[in-house]
């Protein structure tokens, strides 16, 4: 089943600190499509969750816009598929943060993208995207930016070419 992401994405501020409230779990990604290619399939793991996700741009064209479709796997599919991404890895640990009316997940990175920091909230439509008025501890936004997607972090194509300051 295709489903819709509507999702922006921001820069975390430098003061920023875990609220009272907020939760966390370790996540593990791997890519096994190409950096910039059109579309993104990567396996996931969470807790004992194993999951394969596949995201493309929505054909509307709105950069907030992903469809998406993600099914669980077994444990040693994932394992295959993780040696099959070979580098195209990530590591972090995500908060999951209240905020007004939504939830905001601040993904804190680990490893080669330690010190990286950035938040995402995901909507139900457009219009409540649209209609979001970010927190002063959101910062710069990195919405359609592709070269803020996890696929390209994951390959350590960093903005500029070079690791982003946190």
Do not use: H
């Not at 939760?23 to 807790?47: F, H, M, N, T």
């Not at 040693?76 to 972090?92: I, M, T």
Request: glycine share 10%; proline share 7%; aromatic share 10%.
């Amino acid at each position: 089943m295709t489903n819709f992401e509507i999702e922006r994405k921001f820069m975390v501020a430098e003061d920023w600190r875990v609220p009272d409230g907020a939760s966390a779990g370790d996540l593990r990604q791997a890519y096994l499509s190409a950096p910039g290619a059109g579309s993104e399939i990567r396996v996931r793991a969470k807790g004992a969750a194993r999951v394969m996700t596949v995201k493309a741009a929505d054909q509307g064209g709105d950069p907030m816009v992903r469809r998406e479709v993600e099914f669980p796997i077994a444990e040693e599919v994932f394992e295959q598929l993780w040696a099959l991404a070979g580098e195209d890895r990530l590591s972090k640990c995500r908060w999951t943060v209240p905020i007004d009316g939504a939830t905001a997940v601040v993904d804190v990175y680990e490893g080669e993208l330690a010190g990286l920091r950035v938040v995402e909230v995901e909507f139900d439509s457009v219009e409540a995207a649209r209609a979001f008025r970010p927190p002063e501890w959101f910062g710069e936004e990195l919405t359609g930016d592709p070269a803020w997607s996890n696929r390209e972090l994951a390959a350590r194509a960093f903005p500029g070419g070079r690791m982003p300051r946190p």
